[in-house]
């Protein structure tokens, strides 16, 4: 009998995502059984308001389970089976200049997008190295599901530098959507849909959607996705916030570009950036609102707990994106080759592009980590959209790992939302000062 229990550990247990991940995991701990539960975060007073109410949580849904809070590496990756990695290096202060400085110059700001995504990027890569190394010295057999931001390039850079390591890194977004289409079609869920995916992080297309009995559904989808993007409304749509709607909703227009696919929601920058400008507000950007409702919110609650010593009457509510956490782990512990997305060294997945893209396709999910399945072509279409944005992606890398500002010249010049190298240089000039206590000196 296999009486198995699983230690976990939520790399970034600051986040704001958190309570809803642990939530998650207590709400299918038959499937995926826990002995253990710890955060790790290098802010120890930002992290422990999450976890002083995440404590009572855990005590009173699963005493069973023993749960540690820790800023000490070593402490935090000792005797761990999986680590959830959600780190936000340089924290909202920072993502908040991604926005602002692009914008300033009138350019799309956003957080995993252009310059702003480049940006955190070079942030990113030295934070998520360290969670790797710490993984590897003190719990050396453990796999870390990685989902900090931005994963393209992240995934690119742990290609790279720890191309042995056991890290998988993962998005949302198409759960998200793949929800939004079950919705449409009156699935249960998104387990329903049978999907072929292929493209980079936040930069996908599906190009076929059946259900279990072979019956296509991608005639419909394109029907209602044609007139409503992904905005399903109703209850459904309850508390999505305002700049989502728009954002499901403009999945209409970037879906007439190619109506023999379905897209991403995040093609929306690449292929309508002035739109994208002109609806945005260079002094209100998505961390203003992120800071105002979902960090407040996360915060206020968790205070209420940790004043009441109880969580019997909370408002958190799992986080159904989570769930996909969750398989993961689910079907690497038990080796289910349950058939998931995964951001992954291309390898000819997807036949006409570099083999060493990081691409995002889908994989079988098993005690080996991930397998990729083979999608075939890119059509030109993307094929032209993937290479540009995978050299811009690669660029990146190379102007960390080479210290070279000119290599993120050309990252941000290649970039589509850009107009032209001169745009780029004010940009990336701005942001060096920004980003002076994160980014290597630049030569
Ligand atoms: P947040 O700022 O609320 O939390 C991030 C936490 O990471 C903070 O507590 C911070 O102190 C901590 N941190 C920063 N640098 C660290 C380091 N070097 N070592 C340890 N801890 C560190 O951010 P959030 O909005 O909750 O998002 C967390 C991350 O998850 C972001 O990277 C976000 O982009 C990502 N995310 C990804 C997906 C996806 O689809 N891939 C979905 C949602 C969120
Ligand atoms: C989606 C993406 C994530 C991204 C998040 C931003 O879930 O897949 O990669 O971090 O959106 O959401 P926010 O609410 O922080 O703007
Ligand atoms: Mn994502």
């Known amino acids: 009998m296999d009486d198995r229990k699983f230690s976990v550990l939520i790399a970034g247990g600051g986040s704001t995502y958190t309570p809803g991940i642990v939530l998650t995991l207590l709400e299918h701990i038959k499937k995926f059984p826990l002995r253990k539960l710890k955060f790790y975060d290098n802010d120890g007073e930002r992290q422990k308001k ?18 540690e809070s820790s800023t000490n590496p070593e402490e935090a990756f000792s005797d761990v089976d999986f680590v959830m990695a959600q780190i936000r290096v340089g924290k909202y202060a920072m993502r908040s200049q991604d926005e602002k400085i692009p914008l300033a110059h009138g350019v799309v700001g956003q957080e995993t997008t252009g ?3 480049i940006a955190y990027g070079l942030r990113s890569i030295p934070g998520v190295i360290q969670l790797v190394d710490y993984m590897e010295k003190y719990s050396p057999n453990a796999w870390m599901l990685n989902y900090s931001n931005p994963a393209a390039i992240v995934a690119e850079a742990t290609r790279r530098l720890r191309p042995n390591s056991k890290i998988i890194n993962i998005c949302d977004m198409p759960i998200d959507i793949m929800d939004r289409m079950a919705a449409i079609l009156n699935l249960k869920d998104r387990n329903e849909l049978v999907f072929r995916y292929y493209g980079l992080n936040h930069f996908g297309w599906w190009t076929d959607i059946r259900d279990k009995t072979g019956k296509d559904l991608m005639p419909a989808l394109k029907e209602y996705v044609a007139k409503n993007g992904y905005w399903v409304g109703g209850d459904y749509d309850k508390n999505t916030e305002a700049s989502w709607e728009e954002t499901f909703k403009k999945a209409a227009d970037v879906y007439a570009l190619d109506p023999s696919t379905l897209p991403n929601t ?12 002109k609806h945005s507000d260079p002094k209100y950007t998505r961390t203003d609102e992120v800071e105002a409702y979902r960090q407040k919110n996360v915060f206020g609650e968790c205070a209420r707990i940790v004043k009441n010593s109880s969580a019997k009457d909370t408002n958190f509510v799992s986080d159904q994106h989570s769930t996909y956490i969750v398989d993961l782990c689910t079907a690497i512990a038990y080796d289910t080759k349950q058939r998931m997305l995964a951001i992954i ?9 570099d083999p060493t893209a990081t691409v995002e396709v889908p994989c079988l999910f098993g005690a080996t980590g991930a397998e990729r399945i083979a999608m075939g072509k890119a059509a030109t279409f993307q094929k032209g959209m993937i290479t540009e944005q ?23 010049s290649l970039c589509k939302i850009v107009p032209d190298a001169g745009v780029a240089k004010d940009i990336l000039d701005d942001m060096i000062v920004a980003n002076k206590d994160f980014w290597p000196e630049l030569k």
């Not at 995040?266 to 950036?273: F, G």
């Not at 060294?345 to 036949?351: C, L, Q, R, T």
């Not at 660029?395 to 010249?409: F, I, M, P, R, T």
């Open 345 to 353: 060294p291309n390898e000819g997945a997807i036949s006409n592009i």
């Open 266 to 277: 995040y093609l929306k920058y690449y292929l309508y950036p002035s739109w994208v400008v």
């Open 50 to 67: 999450i976890a002083d109410a995440c404590r009572i949580l855990v005590k009173e849904r699963a005493p069973e389970v023993e749960f």
């Open 390 to 412: 995978n050299s811009v992606e690669k660029l990146a890398v190379d102007a960390w790992e080479q210290h070279s500002y000119v290599k993120l010249w050309e990252a941000f």
């Open 115 to 117: 310059p702003g995504g």
